[in-house]
């Protein structure tokens, strides 16, 4: 079974910091893309980012380029999502998602339970 466990979320002042992390089991972490899908409430969800199986090759959205990094510990079978110079927009829940999909589209299965986001002075 799939499971995949969202840590590092909170509450951050326009311009701070949090690291995401993404603990993953029941499957062969190494072997997949792995993303981070965000939805807002009453918005529609977004891609961040994603990371290919070995972890040189990554995307990320036009809204985040520059201000965030995904990485990924095969050995450790962990995902993360490093946000820096987080603005209000970036308010959301983040969801670690396994595989990779639409850049609208939030996966039912093969997801966390996700962490939230707030940026807010």
């Known amino acids: 079974e799939v499971q995949l466990v969202e840590s590092g979320g909170g509450s951050v002042q326009p311009g701070g910091s949090l690291r995401l992390s993404c603990a993953a089991s029941?499957?062969?972490?190494?072997?997949?893309?792995m993303s981070w899908v965000r939805q807002a409430p009453g918005k529609g969800a977004e891609r961040v980012s994603s990371?290919?199986?070995?972890?040189?090759?990554?995307t990320y959205a036009d809204s985040v380029k520059g201000r965030f990094t995904i990485s990924r510990d095969n050995a450790r079978n962990t995902l993360y999502l490093q946000l820096n110079s987080l603005k209000p927009e970036d308010t959301a829940m983040y969801y670690c998602?396994?595989?990779?999909?639409?850049?609208?589209?939030?996966?039912?299965?093969?997801r966390g339970q996700g962490t939230q986001v707030t940026v807010s002075s």
């Open positions: 029941g499957f062969t972490f190494s072997s997949y893309t």
């Open positions: 990371i290919n199986s070995g972890g040189g090759s990554t």
């Open positions: 998602v396994k595989g990779i999909y639409p850049r609208d589209y939030l996966p039912i299965k093969d």
